[in-house]
């Protein structure tokens, strides 16, 4: 069979089964996200049903559906109510911190794994999917609730930190010095840094550059600029 069937056949397949799951969901009124995961332990590598020609393709759409699905979350708050309500919770962050990530620090000591891997497993339990948050929070129409924010800023906090954590890991499980360690820490932060200065001080500029009478054009100018954001972060 030709190999662009193969692919409509396997990614027609997926979607049409997440639709099913979905609808299901819906019905049951509950959060699909749940049912989508376990679909996913289905398909690929070690599931029931492997992709023989789609696999390629469908890591991609999956790494494009986070980026889009993240951009929908940023469009319902601006950078100065984002900025404001993450150092309002600056303590609840580091509270976040060291709740969710002493557990498995301290399971991987008991183990007897060791230190750089207590310090993995810190991160593994201390980290939340934003893109699994975000879609649980719209899915169940609580991206308006008063408590929304927060739980946005939390994440935001949390995601700040993996900025720092993730270069140290790196290190750590490459066994890189100090030097190198810290260059990849100060090249985070200055990213990140950048990110929110741009996003406070040169929106309106952002903000004129992708307006457009045209929704066409509009959505094209804003998800091009999203997908560039994202391969350079």
Known sequence: ???????????????LALGILGALALRVGISPI?????AGLAFGTGGV??????????GVGAELGVVLLLLTLG?????????TSLTGN???????LVLNAAPGAICALLLGW??????????????????????????????GNRETPTVLSLLVFEDL????????????????????????????LLTVSVVLVV???????????VSSPNNEVLLLKVVGLALLVAGLA
């Open 75 to 83: 469009l319902e708050y601006n950078a100065d109510e984002l900025v």
């Open 199 to 209: 996003a406070l001080k040169f929106g309106r500029f952002i903000e004129s550059f």
């Open 161 to 188: 930190t993996m900025a720092v954590y993730l270069p140290i890991l790196t290190t750590l499980l490459a066994g890189l010095g100090f030097a190198s360690g810290a260059v990849a820490v100060g090249v985070a």
């Open 34 to 38: 749940p049912l989508y995961l376990i």
């Open 1 to 15: 069979m030709h190999h662009t069937a193969i692919l409509f056949l396997e990614f027609g397949a997926i979607v």
């Open 114 to 143: 060791g230190p750089v891997a207590a310090v993995a497993m810190a991160g593994v339990t201390y980290a939340t999917s934003s893109g699994i948050t975000a879609k649980v929070l719209s899915d169940l129409g609580w991206i």
């Open 90 to 96: 600056i303590r609840a962050g580091i509270v976040d």
């Open 49 to 58: 049903l492997p992709l023989a020609t789609s696999d390629d393709f469908v």
